[in-house]
């Protein structure tokens, strides 16, 4: 038995999830079907983290074992030919030992959220970012972020659905940035919650937008009430970028 270890981008927009669903397509289903008429052999996909529906990735880590003796070069390059024509591709292919695992031995996670802020609306982008007009004050944005920075109780900015044991989580970093007419939200943890980055940057476009004062945000914090939050940014923004592992990094 060989683990391979899989690097993977894929556009969200077709698909309920990276996880497998019984209501719809996913990402892991269509890697899973893709192993089989390889290997035929049966086998599951683990990935460092979770993503909604709508959600994208530019290197989701992920691993499966496979009986069959491949070379990891030829795995992906036969797995790519399978997942056509799907907006999905694997990047990067190689042998790790037993004991690694993509989800269990990652000691962090970062995503990053694009926000389109023009009034035009998205062409090449759509889907793919956060299109928002109204002009955005991205330093308050920055300023306000930084309260959420740390350990903190984050039920505001949990889904009522999330299956985390605790709203406890501790988050390292939560920058925002303007690149042109494109702002970026950047954050990094060893976990989320279900839903955190998008809730955090919902409430940081009110901030943008001059909708709320910048301490508005700690206030919501403070409150642990997923009532005080005021926005869910939509899931076409939001990318998994980063997966971190102790012997790699």
Known sequence: MTRFALTIEFDGGPFFGLQRQDNGPSVQQSIEDAAYAVTGEKVTLHSAGRTDSGVHALAMRSHLDVEKPFDPFRLMQALNAKLRPEPVAIIGCEVKREDWHARFSCTGRSYEYRIRNRRAPLTLEKGRAWHIARPLDHTAMHEAAQALVGNHDFTTFRS???????????????????????????????????????????????????????????????????????????????????ATYPQED
């Open 160 to 242: 009522a659905h999330c299956q985390a044991a605790s709203p406890v989580k501790t988050l390292d970093r939560l920058d925002v940035s303007r690149e042109g007419d494109g702002i970026i939200v950047r954050a990094a943890a060893r976990s989320f919650l279900h839903h955190q980055v998008r809730s955090m940057v919902g409430c940081l476009a009110l901030v943008g937008q001059g909708t709320w004062g910048i301490d508005q945000v700690a206030r919501a914090l403070e409150a642990r009430d997923r009532a005080a939050l005021g926005l869910n940014a939509p899931p076409e923004g939001l990318y998994f970028v980063h």
